[in-house]
């Protein structure tokens, strides 16, 4: 089974703190992307990766910075942390091979962050 | 641009009943569509998924969703709800105009089922 592991489920940060949320997946996908869940808003993307150092900003990239050193690791950076950014953050990977269209994105179960 | 729509942000049935979660999307390419549900506090599983073998596509759980081009829909089903059904559902598009590989989400529907 592909397993996508989040290494905070519950943080609770101070206004203006760095924040870094980890990632790791172990089936060798290529890509991995963040995504943000708020209530009546569905899942929004924050930053792609398609590969090692290789970034693309998503649809809310403002306030956010990610990392991809390794292959199997993807991290979120919150540079200076604000009480809007309070929210769910998801992780997820999946294949980029032929046909990537098509392919299932997997997700780790979440980080619930809260900045006060 | 490629979008979802799922109509109803909140259903509710009884158990035993018919589950119908609406989805409707915009694609100006043969679209790749996904359902995944969301149990409370877990992340996003993988439901079920189109890309354009059958237009009938059998799920996890027996759900099943039906592709249909002159309506561009593809609402989930399931015959007899669960109470173990209550979750979170999202219907996705396959995003093929920008970030190859991602997804686009509805604003998914919360499901509940009553005893």
């Known amino acids: 089974d592909v397993k996508v592991t989040q290494s905070s489920r519950y943080l609770v940060k101070r206004t203006g703190e760095k924040v870094f949320l980890e990632c790791v997946q172990d089936?060798?996908?290529?890509?991995m992307f963040w995504y943000r869940q708020d209530p009546g808003l569905g899942l929004r993307l924050i930053y792609f990766?398609?590969?090692?150092?290789?970034?693309e900003k998503g649809d809310i990239p403002e306030g956010y910075s990610v990392s991809r050193e390794k292959k199997e690791r993807f991290s979120l950076i919150l540079e200076s942390a604000s009480t809007n950014q309070t929210s769910m953050y998801l992780c997820?990977?999946?294949?980029?091979?032929?046909?990537?269209?098509?392919?299932?994105?997997?997700f780790g179960e979440g980080s619930w962050l809260t900045v006060v | 641009a490629q979008s979802v729509t799922q109509l109803g942000s909140h259903v509710s049935v009884s158990e035993g009943a018919l589950v119908l979660l609406r989805c409707n999307y915009s694609?100006?390419?043969?679209?790749?569509l996904f359902w995944y549900v969301q149990y409370p506090n877990q992340g996003l599983q993988l439901l079920l998924k189109y890309t354009s073998a059958a237009t009938l596509v059998k799920g996890i759980n027996g759900f099943e969703a039906e592709f249909k081009k002159s309506e561009t829909s593809f609402h989930l089903t399931k015959p007899s709800a669960h109470m173990s059904d209550a979750a979170e559902y999202f219907c996705a598009v396959s995003d093929q105009e920008g970030s190859q590989g991602n997804l686009i989400f509805g604003k998914g529907t919360k499901l509940s089922v009553k005893p």
């Open positions: 089936m060798d996908h290529e890509n």
């Open positions: 694609s100006s390419v043969p679209p790749y």
């Open positions: 997820a990977s999946s294949y980029r091979g032929r046909g990537a269209a098509g392919n299932t994105i997997y």
């Open positions: 990766s398609y590969d090692v150092k290789m970034k």
